[in-house]
């Protein structure tokens, strides 16, 4: 399995013949190295229907025929718009032909602002297990600090964790500390962190805190990637 990390929440893992995307964020994502007709999938996974992540999930899964995954008022949402969608919900995992993905809670919310500045609720927020080729990867999504993620944790045995560190809208880098103490993945990488001026966060401090703690932390720059 690799992962690819486009900057914010959104990064493209590969497993064998199969591409993932996950809340593809591109073109108003000022971090992110492509844009929306550079990037081929198969499968788009999406946390939750917040803009920083639903991005431009309507051209891509139009472009290139992927099915998109989500929970049930969000693949609806996006099935309305003609996608082809994959709907769950929280705890459950489907099989897909790279391995599994099992949606797991996130602390945050969901909605998504519509043409008349209308918000539409778009359900429960989740965060993210893919299953491939003996590896896991657990993307966080958005969200805050909870004891659950020990769960999460102590049921997987996960190789590398996508974590929020931006604060405001989500966890901080002491949260997300205290998370990565429960999750106990092999690997961690921050996310979501220095997009936007509200979400300033100094990865080299988590790396440190993480570090103290016994996990090690992979900054990975917009473009970079990492081989699980
Ligand atoms: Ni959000
Ligand atoms: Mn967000």
Same mark, same amino acid.
């Given at each position: 399995m690799k992962f690819t990390y486009y900057g914010h929440s959104a990064g493209l893992v590969e497993a064998g013949e199969h591409r993932i995307l996950i809340d593809p964020f591109l073109q108003g994502n000022p971090l992110s190295p492509v844009f929306?007709?550079?990037?081929?999938? &198969?499968?788009?996974?999406?946390?939750?229907?917040? !803009?920083?992540?639903? $991005?431009?999930?309507?051209?891509i899964a139009k472009a290139? &025929?992927?099915?998109?995954?989500?929970?049930?008022?969000?693949? /609806?949402?996006?099935?309305?718009?003609?996608?082809?969608?994959?709907?769950m919900n929280l705890g459950g995992e489907v099989s897909f032909g790279f391995g599994t993905i099992k949606l797991v809670p996130a602390f945050h919310?969901?909605?998504?602002?519509?043409?008349?500045? /209308?918000?539409? #609720?778009?359900?429960?927020?989740?965060?993210?297990?893919?299953?491939?080729?003996?590896?896991?990867?657990?993307?966080?999504?958005?969200?805050?600090?909870? $004891?659950?993620?020990?769960?999460?944790?102590?049921?997987?045995?996960?190789?590398?964790? %996508?974590?929020?560190?931006?604060?405001? #809208?989500t966890m901080g880098v002491n949260d997300a500390v205290e998370a990565v103490g429960m999750l106990r993945p092999k690997k961690v990488v921050p996310i979501h962190y220095n997009t936007f001026a509200p979400i300033e966060a100094d990865?080299? /401090?988590?790396?440190?805190?993480?570090?103290?703690?016994?996990?090690?932390? %992979?900054?990975? !720059?917009?473009?970079?990637?990492?081989?699980?």
């Open positions: 929306p007709h550079d990037v081929k999938c &198969d499968t788009i996974v999406l946390t939750h229907g917040h !803009e920083d992540h639903f $991005g431009d999930t309507v051209e290139t &025929d992927a099915t998109v995954v989500a929970t049930v008022e969000l693949a /609806r949402f996006c099935a309305g718009k003609g996608l082809k969608t994959q709907e919310s969901s909605s998504y602002v519509d043409e008349d500045g /209308r918000s539409v #609720y778009l359900g429960m927020p989740a965060g993210v297990v893919i299953k491939s080729d003996r590896s896991t990867l657990y993307h966080a999504g958005d969200t805050a600090l909870f $004891g659950d993620m020990k769960l999460i944790g102590d049921m997987n045995s996960i190789d590398v964790a %996508l974590v929020p560190i931006g604060d405001t #809208y990865p080299q /401090r988590f790396a440190q805190k993480c570090t103290e703690i016994g996990v090690e932390v %992979l900054i990975l !720059e917009p473009g970079g990637s990492l081989t699980l």
